[in-house]
């Protein structure tokens, strides 16, 4: 594949790490206020798995007390030994103690140096690109979440950032998208709502050799199934509000990244702009993190028995699920994806037919969001893809009979008769 010759530098990309070794994971970096009990020892970090970091990363004993469970700081204000002279913390937009376990977790997991909280994954997206410029490009995936292209089209576009919408798993698509102001690429993979599959490796090669960072919203994926930094991202973006709370009481996002330089932005930037979560809801999401493993694996398993038992229906017309043969991308999926993920997407014949469906459904709520214990179905051209026009809804594929499906953790049995009986 031609690139182009006029190669510019690109500013912000680190030094590709190399994917670490079965159950070899780097340790996070020294967070740069020392609040918490030291971290473990480097040679102990480095060889725990997921679920022990997950646990364990910014987690307890607290040293005051003993308390297993890290304590939630509500002080907006920190008292000072003098002018300058404090203990790490000044103001609690600034920062805060919860706060910073939450963050220092969440890097740890995403195997990043760097992790800033933020009180949505809309704040932390607005917050990142807040770094452009009027004049700056950006080249995205088409088949984005709907708040996401929001923002993009109705927000950001008013002051002067221009954007590409593209199909990202063609390679020669997205080469042929860069231009000269092109300052970022942004991915989703899998994408919302229709799974597609993008070559992270690929396409951040083209980026890069164009000078465009690289970002990647992994929310679907979640740290455990996939880790972009490895795959030649930037910056990952996470709604934590889904899989890492798993439990539908808590709204958040997160930005990860390992380039210094890009830490320091944002961070100048997460305090200037003000989205920042709550200390109770830090706590919410170290509380949700602990058991991201487990509810995944159970989730990616009962999305795959139920996408192939959807396969079969008849009032199916087709099965959007990257884990299944038929899926164009599968062998990408099962490259960059330690499983295939709880989403799953199908359609019917058309809109009345979905809304049908989805009236009769018993165990799977109507609702948006995703990625909780319990499951849910939605209807995205009409709810989480509203905000974006009709004809570039079905232009992206889109369609009216389309139906998103989040699979939660129960009997895997109980929910394909549900849907069965939900399509009769």
């Given at each position: 594949m031609a690139l182009s010759k006029d190669v510019r530098p690109h500013p912000l990309r680190a030094r590709r790490a190399r994917p670490p070794a079965s159950g070899e994971v780097k340790p996070p970096s020294p967070a740069s206020r020392e609040v918490k009990?030291?971290?473990?020892?480097?040679?102990?970090?480095?060889?725990?798995?997921?679920?022990?970091?997950?646990?364990?990363?910014?987690?307890?004993?607290?040293?005051?007390?003993?308390?297993?469970?890290?304590?939630?700081?509500?002080?907006?204000?920190?008292?000072?030994?003098?002018?300058?002279?404090?203990?790490?913390?000044?103001?609690?937009?600034?920062?805060?103690?919860?706060?910073?376990?939450?963050?220092?977790?969440?890097?740890?997991?995403?195997?990043?140096?760097?992790?800033?909280?933020?009180?949505?994954?809309?704040?932390?997206?607005?917050?990142?690109?807040?770094?452009?410029?009027?004049?700056?490009?950006?080249?995205?995936?088409?088949?984005?979440?709907?708040?996401?292209?929001?923002?993009?089209?109705?927000?950001?576009?008013?002051y002067g950032v221009t954007f590409t919408p593209v199909d990202a798993a063609d390679i020669d698509a997205v080469e042929r998208s860069m231009t000269p102001r092109t300052r970022m690429l942004w991915l989703e993979s899998p994408t919302n709502p229709l799974l597609r599959i993008v070559d992270i490796d690929a396409v951040s090669e083209v980026a890069h050799s164009h000078g465009a960072m690289v970002c990647v919203d992994n929310t679907f994926a979640t740290p455990y199934l996939q880790q972009p930094l490895h795959l030649g991202a930037d910056v990952v973006v996470h709604s934590s509000t889904k899989y890492i709370g798993g439990h539908s009481d808590v709204v958040g996002g997160a930005l990860m990244t390992s380039n210094e330089e890009l830490e320091q932005k944002l961070r100048f930037h997460q305090n200037a702009v003000g989205a920042v979560p709550s200390p109770f809801d830090c706590w919410l999401l170290l509380r949700g993190v602990k058991t991201l493993a487990l509810r995944v694996e159970r989730q990616s398993q009962n999305a795959m028995e139920l996408a192939t038992a959807l396969q079969g229906n008849r009032a199916v017309n087709r099965v959007f699920y990257p884990g299944l043969d038929s899926h164009p991308n599968r062998g990408v999926a099962a490259r960059q994806m330690r499983m295939f993920g709880g989403m799953v997407s199908f359609e019917v014949e058309d809109e009345p037919t979905a809304f049908r469906a989805l009236e009769r459904l018993r165990i799977f709520a109507l609702a948006e969001s995703l990625g909780a214990v319990e499951s849910l179905a939605e209807h995205p051209a009409r709810m989480t893809h509203a905000s974006i026009p009709s004809a570039e809804r079905q232009r992206s594929g889109v369609g009216d009979g389309l139906i998103r499906l989040s699979v939660g953790v129960e009997d895997v049995a109980d929910l394909i008769a549900d849907l069965e009986s939900a399509l009769s």
């Open positions: 009990p030291p971290s473990p020892a480097s040679g102990e970090v480095k060889n725990w798995g997921f679920s022990t970091r997950a646990l364990h990363i910014g987690q307890g004993p607290d040293p005051a007390t003993g308390a297993v469970v890290q304590p939630i700081h509500m002080a907006t204000t920190f008292a000072q030994q003098g002018v300058g002279k404090h203990k790490g913390f000044e103001y609690g937009r600034s920062g805060n103690p919860t706060r910073q376990a939450l963050e220092e977790c969440l890097a740890a997991l995403e195997d990043a140096k760097h992790c800033l909280a933020f009180s949505s994954g809309l704040g932390a997206e607005t917050t990142l690109m807040l770094l452009l410029d009027p004049g700056d490009h950006v080249v995205y995936m088409e088949d984005v979440y709907g708040g996401t292209f929001r923002l993009f089209d109705k927000v950001l576009k008013r």
